[in-house]
């Protein structure tokens, strides 16, 4: 079954912990994005990865990580700097970066603090 | 950067009925527009896109048409279903070759 997984379904954070969500792909596309997504709002991109050991930051990306080692993976940790990180993130995939590239989406991690 | 706004935000339509959802973005130098459905607890998924280079697209009973005079582009749903009760996301693609997403539309079909 070709796809994109993402574990777990849900994930509690106590005040200053570090959570890692993860993501994992075997579609075998190149580029990996990370989104978060509030009640009533459209999907806001954390960080995305056009290639394995290279990562770059979208539009609110402060208070969180990612790492690329593998092209098959893609966790993102949501650090303890993050303030307001209760939300519903999604990971994506698409071939490439290029124009027209579609994204496929992920079934999402939902993020609850305690 | 890029700005895309939906309307309306909540539609109900009668069971057979056709909805449709109209977006707007503001580059016009965007050139990609894919439509996404997300059920509860749910991933998006893609139904339809379409490239700048087209007007309209269709797949069954879903049509997605582009006037990139206006920049807006509508997704058309005909003989709708319960099952086509969900939230549904436009989205543009920039310049910079990253998707700019509406905040969603949350269709009702009732039976």
């Known amino acids: 079954d070709g796809g994109i997984t993402q574990s777990p379904k849900y994930l509690f954070r106590k005040e200053g912990q570090n959570v890692t969500l993860s993501c994992e792909q075997n579609?075998?596309?190149?580029?990996m994005y990370w989104y978060r997504q509030d009640p009533g709002q459209g999907l806001r991109l954390i960080y995305y990865s056009q290639i394995v050991n290279d990562f770059q930051k979208g539009d609110i990306a402060e208070g969180y990580s990612v790492s690329r080692e593998k092209k098959e993976s893609f966790p993102l940790t949501v650090t303890s700097a993050q303030k307001n990180p209760t939300a519903f993130y999604l990971c994506?995939?698409?071939?490439?970066?290029?124009?027209?590239?579609?994204?496929?989406f992920g079934p999402g991690t939902r993020l609850l603090v305690l | 950067g890029e700005n895309v706004e939906q309307h309306p935000s909540t539609l109900s339509v009668q069971e057979g009925d056709s909805a449709v959802i109209k977006c707007t973005y503001s580059d016009s130098a965007s050139n990609y527009f894919p439509w996404y459905k997300q059920e509860l607890g749910k991933g998006p998924q893609l139904i339809i896109d379409?490239?700048?280079?087209?007007g309209e697209k269709k797949d069954q009973r879903i049509a997605v048409t582009l006037n990139k005079t206006a920049k807006h582009f509508s997704l058309h749903i005909t003989e709708t279903q319960p099952e086509d009760s969900a939230v549904y996301f436009c989205a543009a693609k920039t310049p910079e070759n990253r998707l700019a997403f509406g905040k969603g539309n949350q269709v009702v079909v009732i039976p």
């Open positions: 579609l075998n596309h190149d580029a």
């Open positions: 994506a995939s698409s071939h490439n970066v290029g124009v027209g590239e579609t994204q496929y």
């Open positions: 379409i490239r700048s280079n087209v």
